[in-house]
T-cell receptor
Framework: KAGVTQTPRYLIKTRGQQVTLSCSPI?????VSWYQQTPGQGLQFLFE???????NKGNFPGRFSGRQFSNSRSEMNVSTLELGDSALYLC??????????????FGAGSRLTVL | QKEVEQNSGPLSVPEGAIASLNCTYS??????FFWYRQYSGKSPELIMS????GDKEDGRFTAQLNKASQYVSLLIRDSQPSDSATYLC???????????????FGTGTLLAVQP
């Protein structure tokens, strides 16, 4: 069974550009969450999608956005990139959202470097 | 006060010893608690989940939860050099009474098992 697939794995952008990251969840998983990981702040929640609807959003500026498609695949977009956006962006999928006890499975991440 | 707190370490233990990792959380409504292991350059992988007060054992790992004290711990028996990694404590905090897959992570404890 394939795991959570994130693309691209590595990318380099310059300030002011925008970036789109993609996440394909485990087959059958309908919930997708995104996290940003930096050495200083650790893992921080970005947003969560379930059945194409954003259920929760973390404390990030509006430059960070996302969406989920009918096949549960998800994308996140960061516009007007800043140096501080350099991070590992992790996608996690879960079977469903019925209780908070669901286990998240993380993908390998997309490492973004902003120059 | 941070929502989830861990000692950043490094925690150094000799091979074969018991490693004890601790985590405290601030939100009393938290119901689900997770320990993730993250090797350098890799994504987090689930080690243990615990939802009720008491101990939960899985092989060499034991998770302990005390909701009254808002405290979660992870014990690793017979520590091996391959256990050397960062251990992340994560707490699920329901939002508005609804279920969510949003996790609040601690900054992690670096464990080093010395051969």
């Amino acid at each position: 069974k394939a795991g959570v697939t994130q693309t691209p794995r590595y990318l380099i952008k310059t300030r002011g550009q925008q970036v789109t990251l993609s996440c394909s969840p485990i087959s059958g998983h309908r919930s997708v969450s995104w996290y940003q990981q930096t050495p200083g702040q650790g893992l921080q929640f970005l947003f969560e999608y379930f059945s194409e609807t954003q259920r929760n959003k973390g404390n990030f500026p509006g430059r960070f956005s996302g969406r989920q498609f009918s096949n549960s695949r998800s994308e996140m977009n960061v516009s007007t990139l800043e140096l501080g956006d350099s991070a590992l962006y992790l996608c996690a999928s879960s079977l469903y959202v019925v209780s908070g006890a669901n286990v998240l499975t993380f993908g390998a991440g997309s490492r973004l470097t902003v120059l | 006060q941070k929502e989830v707190e861990q000692n950043s370490g490094p925690l150094s233990v000799p091979e074969g010893a018991i490693a004890s990792l601790n985590c405290t959380y601030s939100d009393r409504v938290s119901q689900s608690f997770f320990w993730y292991r993250q090797y350098s350059g890799k994504s987090p992988e689930l080690i243990m989940s615990i939802y009720s007060n008491g101990d939960k054992e899985d092989g060499r790992f034991t998770a302990q939860l005390n909701k009254a004290s808002q405290y979660v711990s992870l014990l690793i028996r017979d520590s091996q050099p391959s256990d050397s990694a960062t251990y992340l404590c994560a707490v699920n905090i329901p939002l508005g009474g609804g279920a969510t897959n949003k996790l609040i992570f601690g900054t992690g404890t670096l464990l080093a098992v010395q051969p």
